[in-house]
């Protein structure tokens, strides 16, 4: 079971870490499906800097709160209020900046998936290094939908699963089960509920809190080898998705979308 206390009602949602035992756990939570407003997108980042540095840290676990979705990725209502490009490069690189982080953390990420995942949460599920799910924990890339593309989220998903595989996500952008997400790579492990779910991370997060965190950093370096310009990279991703959001295309598509 998780450490966290129970929800409490709020519109901003929240970050909320706990470290014991040699692992770092970190939760994230919006009180509209796990979405990922900027405010949440940066605390998250910084989070995951700020707990991958702890030397007391020796394994991270990711997880989101509530029962509903794992998280519905980018903020539809923050979106929607983009008013020029500088403003909507800002707020995909909250994408960015949560990868990065992750990547670069020297302990391995585990991300615990007890939902269903769209958009950027595909992302950040890629950029763990093992993930566990419930077999319900559907997944899909929304972006092209309503009018951009998976662009900032691209590099890191293509490096999890093969240019194949997100190729077909991107281009049909409708729900992937948990089956064929474990078939390409993005879950590591599937499990039938809940408590399964807690059962099997707790037990793999104090296997690893245990391991030798040289060697396990040794071999996030090698994970992750090839990425040490997406700085750059990334940056360029949330200029694209930065412009395309203030289309007239894809405002019209998000405004349909939210009216659902």
Request: aromatic share 8%; charged share 20%; glycine share 8%.
């Amino acid at each position: 079971m998780t450490p966290f206390p129970p929800i409490t009602s709020g519109p901003d949602g929240y970050v909320r870490t706990h470290v014991a035992d040699g692992i770092g756990r970190i939760e994230f939570y919006h009180p509209k499906s796990n979405s990922l407003p900027s405010a949440v997108l940066q605390e998250l980042a910084a989070t995951v800097s700020a707990v991958s540095a702890d030397p007391a840290v020796r394994v991270i676990v990711l997880q989101s709160g509530g029962s509903g979705p794992f998280c519905a990725g980018a903020s539809f209502d923050e979106l929607a209020a983009i008013a020029d490009r500088e403003q909507g490069q800002r707020f995909f690189s909250g994408f960015a900046g949560v990868i990065l982080a992750m990547i670069r953390a020297p302990q391995f990420v585990i991300s615990r998936v007890h939902g269903k995942a769209a958009g950027g949460a595909v992302g950040l599920i890629a950029a763990s290094d093992f993930s566990v799910a419930v077999d319900k924990a559907s997944a899909k890339l929304s972006e092209l939908a309503v009018g951009i593309g998976p662009f900032v989220v691209g590099p890191v998903i293509e490096k999890k699963i093969g240019l194949a595989s997100f190729s077909q996500m991107a281009v049909d952008a409708d729900w992937r089960d948990a089956s064929w997400c474990e078939r390409r790579g993005l879950y590591a492990k599937l499990v039938s509920d809940v408590a399964a779910l807690d059962a099997h991370v707790d037990t793999l997060a104090t296997t690893l809190a245990a391991s030798n965190p040289e060697a396990m950093a040794m071999m996030k370096r090698v994970f992750w080898a090839g990425t040490e310009q997406w700085d750059t990279l990334l940056a360029e991703r949330a200029s694209m998705s930065g412009t395309l959001v203030l289309s007239e295309f894809t405002r019209n598509a998000i405004g349909a979308f939210k009216a659902k």
